[in-house]
């Protein structure tokens, strides 16, 4: 029989990690080596055993995620957004030395998303670009990674500049080239984004909305499993699903 997948769990304690402790524990192929939340101190321990990791914490704790991760030699899948410089430069150090999977969201649903919205920018050259997303009242980043990683696609299209603005006052007349970002927070909404195109006579609109957590977690499980048997570097989930 073969040995089951050995899993730390980072960020054990939020919503991410007992939906994907939910998952390991009905699946005999995987199994929780170990776990970490903010406010305990033994990070080194959770990795001790594991052979991948998995983190859902908060974009200033990447940074010490990363370099523990580093310094273990497990393979990290990451799903924490609003990273900070210092988990950024940890991550880029990581990818030297293990394979690391970051990614913004871990649904398939999104990344066909994506590529729908990448083909409808190249084609659709006249039309204004707004992206939408709303989340749960307790989401700290705004927008959310998965909006930037739609308008990161959209400006690859379109060479458009993918910065967030704000339109707060009298004179925020739309600007040509721009991509807008609406942001909504409340309640318990999982995740929900749209991308509108905007033309003079019609408008397009592309959309996805999660309704069960597992969704993610899912996806990092699938994400970790194939993340094992790679060589040190940086992936996303648009690799996995190119290799599978």
Do not use: C
């Not at 054990?12 to 170990?34: F, T």
């Not at 707004?130 to 959310?144: L, V």
């Not at 807008?180 to 749209?194: F, K, L, M």
């Not at 609109?205 to 999660?210: K, P, T, V």
Request: glycine share 10%; proline share 2%.
């Amino acid at each position: 029989m073969t040995a089951a997948l050995r899993i730390a769990l980072l960020g054990a304690s939020g919503r991410m990690g007992q939906a994907l402790e939910a998952l390991i524990d009905a699946d005999p192929e995987l199994a929780v080596s170990g776990s970490w939340s903010r406010d305990a101190t033994a990070l080194a321990g959770a990795l001790a055993d594991a052979d991948v990791a998995i983190d859902f914490t908060d974009g200033e704790t990447v940074a010490d995620v990363a370099t523990s991760a580093m310094h273990a030699g497990v393979p990290l899948v990451t799903g924490t957004t609003g990273l900070t410089a210092g988990a950024e430069d940890a991550l880029t150090r990581a990818v030297q030395h293990i394979p690391v999977l970051q990614d913004g969201n871990m649904s398939l649903g999104i990344h066909v998303m994506t590529f729908l919205v990448q083909q409808a920018a190249a084609r659709l050259t006249g039309y204004d670009i707004e992206i939408s997303e709303t989340h749960h009242r307790d989401k700290r980043d705004a927008p959310s990674g998965t909006a930037l990683k739609l308008g990161a696609a959209i400006s690859a299209a379109r060479a458009l500049d993918a910065t967030p603005k704000a339109r707060i006052g009298a004179d925020q007349a739309r600007g040509d080239g721009e991509i807008g970002y609406a942001v909504t927070r409340g309640g318990a909404v999982i995740g929900e984004h749209s991308v509108a195109f905007l033309g003079d006579h019609d408008r397009l609109e592309i959309r996805h909305a999660a309704s069960d957590r597992r969704l993610f977690a899912a996806g990092a499980l699938a994400a970790a499993r194939w993340l094992v048997n790679q060589p040190a570097g940086l992936y996303s989930m648009a690799a996995l699903f190119a290799a599978t």
